[in-house]
């Protein structure tokens, strides 16, 4: 037998007399959100129709059919290890920025004589870009580099880092730590330092402090920095190219994107390699993010990224 639909709550006089304007308002809707327009009209224009486009264009190749270029890609081992080649750089540069810039950034929370200098230094990387980062490293760590003479005089070297895996790991960590301190800087910034301040007059030590105070704040943000650094990590071009192993260790997935968009000018197999790029990476960001949101529990001051 058909149950009856429950009666609709009927509306409270104050809120029926309330205009649309107040109604939406109390709902966020209001005309605050025009300022989202300009935000979402380049979003939509140089992110997401440049995307949409790409994967269209990568179901047209020339030859082959529809998924011919998914298909020559899988198929091909030199060019599908490509994804293992860039996971395998991508996070230990990622994880290993992380873990140089976090300390940076706890000590450079607050102020001290010098900061400035210190995170000018630390800066500096950004500004010189990738190309004349690699290209630096290739005279830092040449057989005649300082690098190697410190370390052959004190007999622990000549070590060779250029023209492998190491001298690209060390270049996207190089490129890559002062993004991330930037933004931890940031993150660790919005946390009260009166929380840590409480938690010593009740007898916690530095240690106990960072663990159990700062750093559940500063988790959500530390993930999202993560996440940026991978993003980052996984374009590395410039350097897997100058001092990596373009044909071997360092094949990542930009360089044969570059190669069918610049030497064969097979603009859909390009965008084929690049969406397939652009779907490892939804995968490792998508772990990333069920990671935080697991850990993440309960109210954060402002290290909540």
């Known amino acids: 037998m058909a149950t009856a639909a429950p009666a609709r709550p009927a509306m409270a ?33 140089l992110f997401v129709y440049p995307f949409v486009y790409g994967v269209l264009i ?21 060019q ?12 230990p540069v990622a994880a290993a920025s992380l873990l140089i810039a976090l300390p940076l950034a706890y000590r450079l929370r607050r102020d001290f004589r010098g900061k400035r200098v210190i995170t000018l230094l630390f800066l500096l990387p950004v500004t010189l870009g990738s190309v004349v980062l690699s290209e630096g490293l290739t005279t830092i760590f040449s057989p005649s580099g300082w690098v190697n003479l410190v370390l052959g005089g004190i007999g622990l070297g000549p070590v060779s880092v250029l023209y492998s895996y190491w001298g690209t790991f060390v270049a996207g960590v190089l490129g890559i730590v002062p993004l991330m301190l930037l933004l931890l800087i940031g993150f660790f910034g919005g946390i009260d330092p009166a929380l840590e301040d409480a938690a010593a007059t009740l007898g916690a030590g530095r240690t106990v402090r960072f663990w159990r105070v700062t ?19 996984f374009a590395i071009f410039p350097s897997a190219v100058l001092v990596g192993e373009p044909n071997a260790s360092t094949h990542v997935l930009s360089i044969p994107i570059y190669e069918a968009a610049q030497q064969r000018f097979d603009y859909s197999a390009a965008s084929a390699d690049a969406t397939i790029m652009v779907l490892v990476e939804l995968l490792v960001l998508g772990l990333l993010t069920a990671l935080r949101t697991r850990l993440y529990r309960g109210a954060a001051s402002g290290g909540k990224g």
């Open 58 to 78: 990568s179901f047209s190749p020339e030859n082959g059919g529809a998924w011919a270029n998914y298909r020559d890609f899988f198929t091909d081992p030199y």
């Open 13 to 45: 006089p104050e809120q029926a007399t309330q205009s649309l304007g107040a109604r939406l308002a109390d709902r966020g809707i209001d005309r605050a959100l025009l300022l989202l327009i300009p935000a979402v009209a380049i979003v939509g224009l």
């Open 80 to 91: 599908s290890q490509t994804i293992w080649y860039t996971v395998r750089l991508a996070l």
């Open 215 to 233: 750093f559940p704040l500063v988790l959500p943000g530390l993930v999202t920095t993560l996440s940026l650094a991978l993003v980052e990590a």
